[in-house]
């Protein structure tokens, strides 16, 4: 492990929550404080809510002063969701990408969202566009829908958007120090502040129940394999 992708776990954060911070919290803070640089008042669409990145971007937003809109599939999840800070839930498993995008308009007067965080891919991709107000940013952070995304730059060309992709191995790869940003992070958690989601957390010779729990898609937050758990 090299030197600058590490960082001190301070006192009062396990070894659990910090083992399921780096790549979904710091993801979260990489695309909203960074790339789009949310604004206190701003609004924000979080696809995925109640996974590891979009629960800790739900939380930085709401933490920022943003107001969150948020899609979560089952009413357990976004129960969830609603309880980490956002302040609009929709549902993303028996609504049409027409009625979604309908009501993020209606709850943010026709204008649309500043800000996008798509963590789904394929037709989310579009309705995150479609979304979005003028001089919004819109990241592309996963495509967990294995599909191609179809959309009609009419959606953000006119609205002069900003389009940002992502993907934290690649930037690391690239020679971005994580070092600043992770123990930001870990001084949040420290002073509860930030709270790291771990839905369950198994043994490495349970790794296939920890897979198994996994493709379910009804864990809030983080699934964890440690040597020993407490």
Known sequence: MHADQVARIPEGVSFISAAALPIASL????TLRRLADLQPGESVLINAAAGGVGSAAVQIAAEVGATVIATAGSQARRDWVSGLGAEHV?????????????????????QGVHVALDLVGG???????????????VISAANVAL??????????YPKNARIYGFQITGLI???YDARGDLTDLLARVAHRRLTVPVDAAYELTEAGKAHAHLEQRTNQGKIVLAVRHS
């Open 123 to 137: 037709d989310a991709f579009g309705e995150s566009l479609t979304s979005l107000a003028h001089g919004g940013r």
């Open 173 to 175: 790869e690239d020679g």
């Open 27 to 30: 993801s979260a803070w990489y």
């Open 90 to 110: 929709l549902d993303s498993r028996t609504t049409s990408s027409d009625e979604r995008v309908g009501k993020i308009l209606q709850l943010t007067d026709g």
């Open 147 to 156: 599909q191609p995304s179809t959309i009609d730059t009419r959606d953000f």
